[in-house]
């Protein structure tokens, strides 16, 4: 919007409302949302007739990487066939030759790691019914791409974080708990595999390399990552310590824990619940591509100012729950 676009959204219609982060955009009218679902080919089809888009950033997905266990012919049906549906529809309304194509891929495809750190070249080994899917996502499009003369690209991205996060993803757990503890709404947080390994970045930042990808000459793959990684254990210290919580951690594997310095009470436990049943451990992007090609700064957010942004407003959520909490008191 700030480059001047006219914005166009789908959203899958639902009972209640789940736009609560974009409502402050709806309410200035500033997107225009259709109702629509990636599993309905028709539905798409007709969308990209009626609002003839210059340029598609294909980000809806079944995107929870353990749920996709739970439910791997959905998580199927909308992140693979859902980006088929997608590309023919531009195809059958015309729009091939002038429509750009923006297909979120993921670092998931490189699952059980064959190289390190991963790069365009690294070989795909997906780890997951999610990661699968995409695959399948991420060559359809480069097939389209091939076949068609479409201008159709994957970006493929590493953890993309930030205060806008899911609930559900291990970042947003994390730095969500964080601020309840710190205000004395949650006694614990617990956590699955604490020396799982990541490469988190900044989702504005990445979004803006996504926009930087569709203006390039010509239609080419990119991974869009920092090239650091870190350990879930090290995210949850640094969170904790953002809103005032130092914490240590003791013992190994299931029984370690994290411990609060100055209390002496554990705050931190590690469940096997949150264990997946294959886990990818040792995600770490080269974006040498992405910083040469297209000039994108993949350290524009560090990671520790990434972990501060999120910590501290969940924090002023946590604060302000506590003090509604308090005046409820008051009232009775």
Known sequence: MEKGYEVHGIIRRASISNTARIDHLIEKNAVILHDGDLSDSSGITAIIRNVQPDEIYNLAAQSHVQVSFDVPEYSGDVDALGVLRILEAVRNVGLEKTCRIYQASTSELFGKV??????????????????????????????????????????????????????????????????????????????????????????????????????????EDFVIATGEQHTVRDFTQKAFAAVGIELRFEGSGLEEKGIDTKTGKVLVEVNEAWYRPTDVDNLWGDPTKARTVLGWNPQKTTYEELVQIMALHDLKLAQKEAALKEAMKGIE
């Open 114 to 219: 064959e190289e390190v750190p991963q790069r365009e070249t690294t070989p795909f080994h997906p780890y997951s019914p999610y990661a699968v899917a995409k695959q399948y996502g991420f060559w359809i499009t480069k097939e389209y791409r091939e076949a068609y003369g479409m201008f159709a690209v994957n970006g493929i991205l590493f953890n993309h974080e930030s205060e806008r996060r899911g609930e559900n993803f291990v970042t947003r757990k994390i730095t969500l708990a964080a601020g309840r503890i710190a205000c004395s709404l949650q006694e614990k947080l617990q956590l699955g595999n604490l020396d799982s390994l990541r490469d988190w970045g900044y989702a504005k930042d990445y979004v803006e390399c996504m926009w930087l990808i569709l203006q390039h000459d010509t239609p």
